[in-house]
């Protein structure tokens, strides 16, 4: 089309000429060759094999440590050196991380999958100038649809005959709600796909009514079909702790590389043999490498994972399970997430009294309060207001039902919300139905003529204004009395400015003989009054969102219902302030340049009407001003932006299978308060990781200083050029023994108070900060002086004396080092409080691990059969007051360290 005109804003005629076809359809000839032009109705996608996803696992800098560190040990098992034990647990790491990277990948593939199946396999055209029912992926722009309906849209469509439609567009816009349809064209030139009346789009649904479309767009054109290739091509961000853990990688390798090349200097420049020099560096690399830190990420990522399961959450990629712990925006759709999605009738006028009332959702139990005196009231003995919700209840098609104590509606949510409102005085009974009139958008009302003791009645509920076009009078207290159109209105829009969706009653009494209804008919009626209804907050989410501004979060609400509702409840919701006013709409959005964008979201906390590239535009200025950005969504619309945001968060009840691929998180019931439940949990992960990171690293540390100490002074003092203070087998065992019993249990500590009230901690920030290098130097350095120290006093005695053995030094070098791990652990608890603040009884699993830890490590020490695996002999009893010296060095160096950090934070308050 010329000028960037939208087919909607095309008259029905102008359509048909701009696809150069008529409303009688294509003849066979005609789509041929238009399938030859414009190819299949279908989405294209191109699944990876398996085999290039299996090797993408590998694509890591802390694999390729681990692959070169295997490559090392692996050499020196060939040239004679005990190390088989350390190339294989090295590699069973990496493969096992490999596996679970696989199993995690292919979430896009998947999304798209998804979206294919939407696309319904056959339809009915006019082809020939019959009807026919062909394969939907055949159909071409020009081709002829009939619908009627429950039929599934196959193509995006121009309506040029429409009769009493809607359509339930819920999986494209989120908006549940069936939108009315027409044919006539909109003049407004950026309408989102919620406001384009005259259009029909591929994969949503005909609620009611009969139509036929013109298609004007198939496959990659449709909207289905651009939403796809955004999926496609947006790209999944890498999230904070994988941007983290990477350049920590990056960190630890040129560290543990650095001091390789340094010993091996060291040896070349006092003489050592190169190849000597270089096998001892090797040795000190290993030893210096956290092979099981990547296992401990994935464990302290699952078991968060698992605790968000039972606070409705669940996570699809284990990275997002720490992501929520640093999001500094949650951008949340309104309806079913922010609001309850049960359409509830807040506000009555009836009579020249207006009415309050109470109870939320479709619960039938709420009080009627007085607008006037501010009492509750019985609305029995209120005539009009009993009146008003007759009307209601039987001019309508839903019914409201219980099932396993919760109560939903069948049929249209504004029909229940009126079902319920009479339920609450007391309204269940029916009576009988002899004709209606259904609800067209054309005429905006629906009328139901009933049989009511010896004559009949009729009902009529639609807008205010077509409804006071057919009353002469209204009913009053007093009885009928002329009508007040002006005062109606004005207490209508009264209501519309508070965001309530408003509809008017009116009634007529008929002769028992009329028992069918003609538009003719519906005239000079009785007005009985207002009912003002809205999609109410959660209570949960109203706490939530108050919760997520003591944590430093901001909440966004991102809908396709119109501003003035959404402003509305996003006030109610305290996502805005009473003074605030700032929104935006998709017509807005569509002619602001990214440019603009940025410099209004942050500041920004509402956006309305919003078209589906939209909230992917939202989500990536949001992240330009260095955002964390959690993005919520339902809809196939909302599938790119899921995938842009640092975490997509899909709801797993009313959700389509295309959001919930495209997402990493999964909200079990659709609820805001359950997100912000997460980010707690989310903050504790973190907080449980740095922790571990914190404890983990000293073992490599102290253990390579250790190494490459023995190393230096071997030239000067003979007995560390006989051994080494421990054996490869013996600093294996630690590191995975630690791994599994000391540190893992540091995983179950409990959450620290207060993780909601600070704010999110900086995403920039990286894990080998001053903090790290401070700690883990500083328990390095403390363990393999306490290593070194044990190990040179107890090997010259070995030297000096036939009966010892320095076997029994080492052992004793071996046991000092637990202990220090041991001292350490009962500190690392907490990353800045001192071990004096908590109950040493509060983490009984780390108790479990220390027990463990002692028990095993006297058995190596003490048990024959494992003194020949673990090269470890028992050595004399009066040593152990000396070997022991590493519990409190453990404990008291980092509490020392943490004291100073504490006072010194003092002073600069």
Not at 322 to 343: F, N, Q, W, Y
Not at 397 to 402: C, I, R
Request: net charge negative; hydrophobic share 45%.
């Amino acid at each position: 089309m010329a000028n960037g005109t939208k087919w909607y804003q095309l008259s029905v005629e102008e359509a048909f000429q701009g696809l150069g076809a008529g409303d009688a359809g294509l003849t066979s000839g005609e789509a041929k060759a238009r399938l030859e032009r414009y190819g299949y109705n279908e989405l294209k996608f191109k699944k990876p094999s398996v085999i290039m996803r299996f090797l993408r696992q590998f694509h890591s800098p802390l694999v390729y440590i681990l692959m070169a560190a295997a490559a090392m040990t692996g050499v020196l098992t060939l040239r004679g050196e005990d190390m088989l034990p350390d190339t294989g647990v090295i590699l069973g790491v990496v493969i096992l991380n490999a596996i679970l990277g696989f199993v995690q990948e292919g979430k896009t593939e998947a999304a798209l999958e998804a979206l294919s199946k939407m696309i319904v396999p056959e339809c009915t055209v006019l082809r020939d100038g019959e009807q026919k029912v062909i394969p939907t992926r055949e159909l071409v722009p020009g081709d002829v649809v009939v619908l009627s309906g429950g039929d599934r849209i196959p193509a995006d469509l121009r309506f040029f005959f429409t009769k009493g439609v809607a359509a339930d567009e819920a999986a494209l816009t989120g908006e549940s709600v069936p939108v009315e349809k027409d044919t006539e064209p909109i003049a407004r030139p950026d309408l989102s796909p919620g406001d384009q009346r005259c259009i029909a789009f591929g994969g949503t649904f005909l609620a009611r009514g009969a139509a036929r479309g013109v298609v004007v767009a198939t496959g990659e054109g449709t909207e289905f079909g651009k939403i796809a290739m955004m999926v496609k091509q947006t790209r999944k961000v890498e999230t904070p702790l994988q941007r983290k853990i990477a350049a920590f990688t990056k960190t630890l390798m040129i560290l543990i590389l650095s001091l390789g090349a340094i010993n091996f200097g060291v040896g070349y420049f006092f003489g050592f043999d190169p190849v000597y020099s270089f096998l001892a560096s090797v040795a000190l690399i290993v030893a210096a490498i956290p092979e099981m830190l990547p296992m401990i990420v994935t464990a302290i990522l699952a078991m968060a994972a698992a605790a968000m399961v039972k606070r409705n959450a669940l996570i699809r990629r284990l990275p997002a399970a720490e992501t929520l712990g640093c999001a500094t925006v949650i951008c949340s759709d309104k309806t079913g997430t922010l609001t309850r999605d049960e359409m509830t009738v807040l506000r009555i006028y009836a009579g020249g009294k207006s009415y309050e009332v109470k109870g939320v959702g479709y619960e039938p139990r709420g009080e009627f309060i007085s607008g006037n005196e501010g009492k509750v009231i019985d609305p029995a003995s209120e005539p009009v207001l009993v009146e008003t919700l007759k009307a209601g209840y039987f001019c309508n098609d839903t019914t409201l039902t219980q099932e396993e104590g919760r109560y939903h509606v069948i049929g249209d949510p504004t029909e229940g919300a009126l079902v319920v409102s009479a339920a609450k005085a007391g309204i269940i009974e029916k009576l009988p139905r002899l004709d209606e009139v259904p609800f067209e958008s054309e005429k905006m009302y629906m009328a139901t003529l009933h049989e009511d003791q010896g004559q009949n009645i009729f009902y009529v509920k639609g807008s205010p204004e077509r409804v006071l076009e057919m009353c002469q009078d209204q009913l009053t207290d007093r009885g009928v009395a002329p009508l007040k159109r002006e005062e109606i209105l004005s207490r209508g829009e009264e209501m519309a400015r508070g965001a309530l969706r408003v509809l008017g009653m009116a009634y007529k009494m008929v002769p028992k003989e009329e028992a069918s209804l003609g538009v003719v008919d519906i005239r000079g009626l009785t007005f009985l009054g207002l009912q003002g209804m809205i999609d109410p907050p959660r209570e949960e989410a109203i706490e939530a969102v108050s919760k997520c501004k003591s944590a430093g979060i901001r909440s966004v609400m991102i809908t396709g219902d119109h501003v003035l509702t959404a402003t509305a409840v996003a006030r109610q919701l305290g996502i805005v302030g009473d003074g605030q006013d700032d929104a935006l709409t998709g017509e807005e959005l569509f002619r602001m340049s990214d440019e603009e964008l940025y410099e209004v979201v942050g500041r920004v906390s509402v956006y309305a009407r919003v078209a589906p590239e939209h909230k992917l535009r939202i989500a990536r200025q949001l992240q330009k001003r260095g955002e964390i950005v959690a993005m919520t969504g339902d809809g196939v619309n909302d599938a790119p932006a899921l995938k842009a945001a640092d975490i997509g968060i899909a709801m797993g009840i009313t959700g389509t299978e295309v959001s919930k691929e495209a997402s990493s998180m999964i909200l079990t019931d659709d609820n805001f308060a359950s997100i912000v439940g997460a980010v707690e949990e989310g903050r504790h992960a973190w907080n449980n990781l740095e922790k571990a990171i914190l404890y983990t690293l000293p073992t490599n540390g102290g253990q390579a200083l250790l190494v490459m100490g023995a190393i230096l002074v071997a030239p000067f003092v003979a007995l560390f050029a006989m051994r080494l203070p421990l054996e490869p087998i013996q600093i294996l065992w630690i590191n995975l023994f630690d791994s599994v019993f000391l540190t893992m249990p540091l995983m179950m500590e409990p959450k620290e108070k207060g993780l909601l009230d600070a704010s999110p901690r900086d995403p920039k920030e990286k894990i080998a900060n001053s903090l790290f290098f401070e700690r883990v130097g500083l328990v390095s350095v403390a363990m393999a002086v306490t290593g070194f120290l044990i190990y040179w006093n107890f090997g010259h005695l070995a030297l000096a004396t036939d009966n010892i053995l320095l076997t029994e030094a080492q052992t004793a070098t071996l046991m000092a080092v637990v202990f220090v791990h041991v001292g350490y652990i009962m500190t690392a608890r907490s990353t800045f409080e001192s071990a004096f603040t908590f109950s040493p009884f509060s983490n009984k699993w780390i108790l479990g691990g220390v027990a463990i830890t002692i028990i095993t490590d006297l058995a190596i020490v003490y048990v024959p059969a494992l003194n020949s695996v673990f090269r470890t002999a028992p050595f004399p009893v009066e040593w152990w007051p000396f070997v022991a010296i590493g519990l409190p060095v453990g404990f008291f160096v980092p509490e020392l360290e943490k004291l100073v950090r504490r006072q010194l934070k003092k002073r600069k308050a």
